[in-house]
Antibody, heavy 126, light 112 residues
Framework: QVQLQESGPGLVKPAQTLSLTCSVS??????????WSWIRQHPGKGLEWIGL???????YYNPSLKSRVSMSVDTSKNEFSLKLTSVTAADTAVYYCARRSWGYNAYDPNNWFDPWGQGTLVTVSS | QSVLTQPPSVSGAPGQRVTISCTGS?????????VHWYQQLPGTAPKLLIF???NRPSGVPDRFSGSRSGTSASLAITGLQAEDEADYYC????????????FGTGTKVTVL
């Protein structure tokens, strides 16, 4: 059974960098079979896709966040990470990591996310 | 930033049938991209409910069904149960925005 678990600070000061890690169990991020993703949900709001990551290091980001976001993978620890720079209160959200279903490549139009981590609330406040 | 539109809320009595629409455009659902549905119970992470427009993962009751036509999709819940009270989101792939993955605005299902 594949499980994902987010970890990281729950409180980040404005203008600082938000850093989160997603630990994967029951699957290997380096298997090459799947892409891995970060998704966030502002309080009481809908879901927003942040980015997609492949074990090779290839990344694909939401254009609205592209200038501030970076994702990376650590195959030795079987985990992947998210960094979001210059955060503001608008970045306060629950951050989820998720596995994208198998697809031919990053541009496969028929993929879904499963499973998801339990999510971690990150509050941006001084 | 949601480009998939859902009704904010739907409600029904136990045992009734409710449907949730998900309206997209020619760059996502209308382009042939599959639609997937997630159920989010209060305080929990979204859970995959329907994938590939009509398919249920193992363990999802057959009370849940999905369909897609043109630039929209629908999720139907038949025999509504109290445990179905949750938020539901559709998701697809958008080829026109470089955003890749787009989610619906979300629908709150209330069991009366």
């Amino acid at each position: 059974q594949v499980q994902l678990q987010e970890s990281g600070p729950g409180l980040v000061k404005p203008a600082q960098t938000l850093s989160l890690t997603c630990s994967v169990s029951g699957d290997s991020v380096s298997s090459g079979a799947y892409y891995w993703s970060w998704i966030r949900q502002h309080p009481g709001k809908g879901l927003e896709w942040i980015g997609l990551l492949y074990y090779s290091g290839s990344t694909y980001y939401n254009p609205s966040l592209k200038s501030r976001v970076s994702m990376s993978v650590d195959t030795s620890k079987n985990e992947f990470s998210l960094k979001l720079t210059s955060v503001t209160a608008a970045d306060t959200a629950v951050y989820y990591c998720a596995r994208r279903s198998w697809g031919y490549n990053a541009y496969d139009p028929n993929n879904w996310f499963d499973p998801w981590g339990q999510g971690t609330l990150v509050t941006v406040s001084s | 930033q949601s480009v998939l539109t859902q009704p904010p809320s739907v409600s029904g009595a136990p045992g009734q049938r409710v449907t949730i629409s998900c309206t997209g455009s020619s760059s996502n659902i209308g382009a042939g991209s599959d639609v997937h549905w997630y159920q989010q119970l209060p305080g929990t992470a979204p859970k995959l409910l329907i994938f590939g427009n009509t398919n249920r993962p193992s363990g999802v009751p057959d009370r849940f069904s999905g369909s897609r036509s043109g630039t929209s999709a629908s999720l139907a819940i038949t025999g509504l149960q109290a445990e179905d009270e949750a938020d539901y989101y559709c998701q697809s792939y958008d080829s026109g925005l470089s955003v890749f993955y787009v989610f619906g605005t979300g629908t709150k299902v209330t069991v009366l």
